[in-house]
């Protein structure tokens, strides 16, 4: 994390206040929020995001969105529809987080960054393509990805002129 996120978040989690670990990105703007691993790996515990009920209010734009996606991701929890009800933004900060939600799905490399369609991603160890007879050698670059609509563990690129699904745990942004 840069000195500046570090001395805003004070070294905690934005959402959580827990142990902060990693800064992510907040596309499409890229403003960037520290995140404890657990905030960061997206936990299926809904007990968990019961803290955005409080992270929901920071004065961090980027704070705010990331609340308000997460927050219309479990709408169908009643504590989570009710802080949606109550959460203000302003219409250019619903635009972005709306803009950059991509439906359900945050698709993330192996540091916790948000990926994006067109992206390029590094991968991080060698990996054995099935089927098509080659291994794809870490530290390849794949240019201009696409995401898997409906899973956030897999992106679709060209390695050695095949296109590929990758797993996402095995590359990181460049």
């Not at 790996?41 to 968990?48: P, R």
Request: net charge negative; charged share 25%; aromatic share 4%.
């Amino acid at each position: 994390m840069d000195a500046m996120l570090t001395q805003r978040s004070g070294g905690a989690c934005e959402l959580c206040a827990g142990q902060a670990e990693i800064a992510v990105n907040v596309p499409p703007r890229d403003d960037q929020v520290a995140l404890c691993a657990t905030c960061a790996g997206e936990t299926a515990d809904t007990q968990h995001w019961r803290c955005l009920m409080s992270s929901m209010w920071s004065e961090v734009p980027a704070v705010k969105v990331l609340a308000w996606r997460k927050l219309s991701q479990l709408k169908d929890e009643p504590w989570a529809a009710e802080a949606l009800d109550m959460l203000y933004l302003e219409d250019d900060i619903l635009e972005w987080a709306q803009a950059g939600a991509g439906g359900d799905i945050l698709h993330r490399d192996s540091n916790g960054v948000v990926l994006a369609q067109g992206d390029t991603v590094t991968l991080i160890k060698d990996l054995p393509v099935k089927g098509a007879g080659f291994t794809a050698k870490r530290g390849t670059a794949v240019r201009g990805i696409s995401l898997v609509a409906d899973n956030a563990a897999q992106i679709e690129g060209r390695v050695d002129g095949q296109r590929i699904v990758i797993l996402t745990e095995f590359v990181k942004k460049r």
